[in-house]
């Protein structure tokens, strides 16, 4: 097939590439590959995937909880500086009225 005349027969150039890396996969107990570490791809199954999927899915989760948490408590302490800047104002509103009337 690789060698057909037809050049609609022959297999395309990702063709070729999938079946080599399926093929250098397969060759994980064997002495060689055909492909070395920085170009083989990596097949994966579907349980190991939805295993790592649940776990970043399980992390991603924690993380949006982790940020809710920290949203809420700087609200709280973004309300909490309001409340003790107009306390600190009124304070010292009245300490500037009481020194003006000469008490």
Same mark, same amino acid.
């Given at each position: @097939?690789?060698?057909?005349?037809?050049? =609609?027969?022959?297999?395309?150039?990702? =063709?070729? $590439?999938?079946? $080599?890396?399926?093929?250098?996969? @397969? @060759?994980?107990?064997?002495? +060689?590959?055909?492909?070395?570490?920085?170009?083989?791809?990596?097949?994966?199954?579907?349980?190991?995937?939805?295993?790592?999927?649940?776990?970043?899915?399980?992390?991603?989760?924690?993380? &949006?909880?982790?940020? &809710?948490?920290?949203?809420?408590?700087?609200? &709280?302490? @973004?309300?909490?500086?309001? =409340?003790?800047? +107009?306390?600190?104002? &009124?304070?010292?509103?009245?300490?500037?009225?009481?020194?003006?009337?000469?008490?």
């Amino acid at each position: @097939m690789m060698v057909a005349w037809d050049p =609609e027969r022959r297999p395309s150039i990702h =063709e070729v $590439l999938r079946n $080599l890396s399926l093929c250098d996969s @397969m @060759m994980a107990y064997s002495k +060689g590959f055909i492909f070395n570490e920085c170009c083989r791809i990596s097949y994966v199954t579907k349980s190991l995937h939805t295993k790592e999927l649940h776990a970043k899915t399980s992390e991603v989760r924690a993380a &949006q909880l982790l940020l &809710q948490e920290s949203d809420i408590r700087a609200a &709280q302490s @973004m309300r909490l500086e309001r =409340e003790t800047s +107009g306390a600190l104002e &009124q304070i010292q509103t009245e300490r500037d009225d009481y020194a003006v009337s000469g008490a």
